[in-house]
T-cell receptor, first 112, second 113 residues
Framework: EDQVTQSPEALRLQEGESSSLNCSYT??????LFWYRQDPGKGPEFLFT???AGEEKEKERLKATLTKKESFLHITAPKPEDSATYLC?????????????FGTGTRLQVTL | EAQVTQNPRYLITVTGKKLTVTCSQN?????MSWYRQDPGLGLRQIYY???????DKGDVPEGYKVSRKEKRNFPLILESPSPNQTSLYFC????????????FGEGSRLTVL
């Protein structure tokens, strides 16, 4: 069964304190890994797609990387507005069907 | 503005009283899906639709129905809601099936007493 595990569950950073969020996965037939941001009371918002090991994507203070077993979301010099829950999802091929499996998220709080 | 619109956003109902949560997208997307989000369980897919009149079960379809009569609309129907269906529901769409790049609605928080 496909599994997606995110760590830590929660992370508190001070403004400017860089860190990384982890998404480890166990799937066969990876077709893509996706990062989303979810603000309280809102739907998830798509951030990045990664397709193969070694790939990197960047957007402002966020950088996503992918290996064969995990993905990292690096946050450089975070600001309070980066506070949100970050979700990763894995799209995998299982037999003839493809499936998107979400992790439970990392809740990030950035304080002044 | 590109968006996925869900209604109602909040609903409190009682066991057994049929309800429908509507979902509409204005992006001409072929693929639409319903998820529920529960603490510690993440987003789980209920049903999805790859195009008009084409729907299929996701991971947790029991107690739910859907229909896709028009490309833009994908309502979620709870024929006889039960307390275990208390959850936060999200509708999502994408241009084509299963890209993983989903546009989500704002969510519908449902409480079944």
């Amino acid at each position: 069964e496909d599994q997606v595990t995110q760590s830590p569950e929660a992370l508190r950073l001070q403004e400017g304190e860089s860190s990384s969020l982890n998404c480890s996965y166990t799937v066969s037939g990876l077709r893509g890994l996706f990062w989303y941001r979810q603000d309280p009371g809102k739907g998830p918002e798509f951030l990045f797609t990664l397709y193969s090991a070694g790939e990197e994507k960047e957007k402002e203070r966020l950088k996503a990387t992918l290996t064969k077993k995990e993905s990292f979301l690096h946050i450089t010099a975070p600001k309070p507005e980066d506070s949100a829950t970050y979700l990763c999802a894995v799209h995998a091929l299982t037999g003839t069907a493809s499936k998107l499996t979400f992790g439970t998220g990392t809740r990030l709080q950035v304080t002044l | 503005e590109a968006q996925v619109t869900q209604n109602p956003r909040y609903l409190i109902t009682v066991t057994g009283k049929k309800l429908t949560v509507t979902c509409s997208q204005n992006m001409n997307h072929e693929y639409m899906s319903w998820y529920r989000q529960d603490p510690g369980l993440g987003l789980r897919q209920i049903y999805y639709s790859m195009n008009v009149e084409v729907t299929d079960k996701g991971d947790v379809p029991e107690g739910y129905k859907v229909s896709r009569k028009e490309k833009r609309n994908f309502p979620l129907i709870l024929e006889s809601p039960s307390p275990n269906q208390t959850s936060l529901y999200f509708c999502a769409s994408s241009l084509i099936e299963n890209t993983g790049e989903l546009f989500f609605g704002e969510g519908s928080r449902l409480t079944v007493l």
